[in-house]
């Protein structure tokens, strides 16, 4: 089984509807991120948790939202879909004692918005 | 401002060597990690670096001087299963903030 699992992996939406995309993870990892890849572009940070209290805002976080609902869960939702944030999602986690910061990212969830 | 710069894509031959570039100007520097993503993959953690100099894993090489704001990613006896895309990501501070670049795509011919 993945260390960083998401739900779902492929979503097919109309624009107006709301999505939610699940994180868990098993590696007891604190912090947790939300990330979306477009082609030709690098990963953009949309939100970031360094624990379960702690929400951050990441460059692109207009139109999403995250719940922390526990060490090991970090949910991302888009209140009202659009278009253009039809991408790849990635979750990832670190752990703020490791010595690098090294990301270990999920396996991903393709969004298209209609 | 933040910026990252790395060739869109590059082609080589297997069994032979390539060299990818990144280049980077940030406004801070904590270190540098490489990462490989095949498509429609995750991205995975190939190396880091913080201090100047060759960091050596297999037949995977990273390099970085922190002077010239460079770093490159060596990658010898190529095998098919290395095309993929290379990421190159700069640690900015001590929170660990990422910025990344968009990757270079490697396309390995027999």
């Known amino acids: 089984d993945a260390d960083v699992t998401q739900t779902p992996r492929n979503r097919i939406t109309k624009t107006g509807k709301r999505i939610m995309l699940e994180c868990s993870q098993t590696?007891?990892?604190?912090?947790m991120y939300w990330y979306r890849q477009d082609p030709g572009l690098g990963l953009r940070l949309i939100y970031y948790s360094f624990d379960v209290k702690d929400i951050n805002k990441g460059e692109i976080s207009d139109g999403y939202s995250v719940s922390r609902q526990a060490q090991a869960k970090f949910s991302l939702s888009l209140e009202s879909a659009i278009p253009n944030q039809t991408a790849l999602y990635f979750c990832?986690?670190?752990?703020?004692?490791?010595?690098?910061?090294?990301?270990?990212f999920g396996e991903g969830s393709r969004l298209t918005v209609l | 401002g933040q910026n990252i710069d790395q060739p869109t894509e590059m082609t080589a031959t297997e069994g032979a060597i390539v060299q990818i570039n990144c280049t980077y100007q940030t406004s801070g520097f904590n270190g540098l990690f490489w990462y490989q993503q095949h498509a429609g993959e995750a991205p995975t953690f190939l190396s880091y670096?913080?201090l100047d100099g060759l960091e050596e894993k297999g037949r995977f090489s990273s390099f970085l001087s922190r002077s010239k704001g460079y770093s490159y990613l060596l990658l010898k006896e190529l095998q098919m299963k290395d095309s993929a895309s290379y990421l190159c990501a700069v640690i900015m501070d001590s929170n660990y903030q990422l910025i990344w670049g968009a990757g270079t795509k490697l396309i390995i011919k027999p």
């Open positions: 670096n913080v």
């Open positions: 990832a986690t670190s752990d703020s004692s490791g010595h690098t910061g090294e990301l270990f």
């Open positions: 590696k007891g990892h604190d912090r």
